[in-house]
């Protein structure tokens, strides 16, 4: 929601991001900031183009080429293979140094989960060695597996 409203103050007429988190790749960022700000979204793109108050997207879908058209303002994630990175000069680099950014305050957010009980797992339980003549150790292995930690045979 921080990042919505942040956004939102913004008014832009795009929104881009990439689809790929760094936890789970999920894409659910520009996936949410669409639905909260009311705006289509349009995910994994291969290309764009933008004309007459519309964006058309194209994406790979089931081994084909999917093409979809949305107003803008809207959020679309790209695929990494979208563009081509562009790197500074270093005369850029240190022209970015001179400029102001701009720090948002994030607001607190609600908590929507309640702890119940919390508790330390069980201590490990000490292992169990068998030593013995080969054909013994075999004996003694499957019984303690079969009647003492109780490993199913079918």
Known sequence: VALADAIKAENPDLVLAGHVAADDGSSQVPTRIAEIL???HVNVITSLEIAGGKATCTSE????TQVTEVAIPAVISSQVSWNEPRYPSMKGIMQAKKKPVATVAA?????KTKIIEFSLPPAKQAGVKIEDEVDVCAAKLADWMKNTVKVEVK
């Open 38 to 40: 009311g705006l289509p």
């Open 61 to 64: 879908a089931d081994g084909g």
């Open 107 to 111: 607001a607190a957010a609600e908590n």
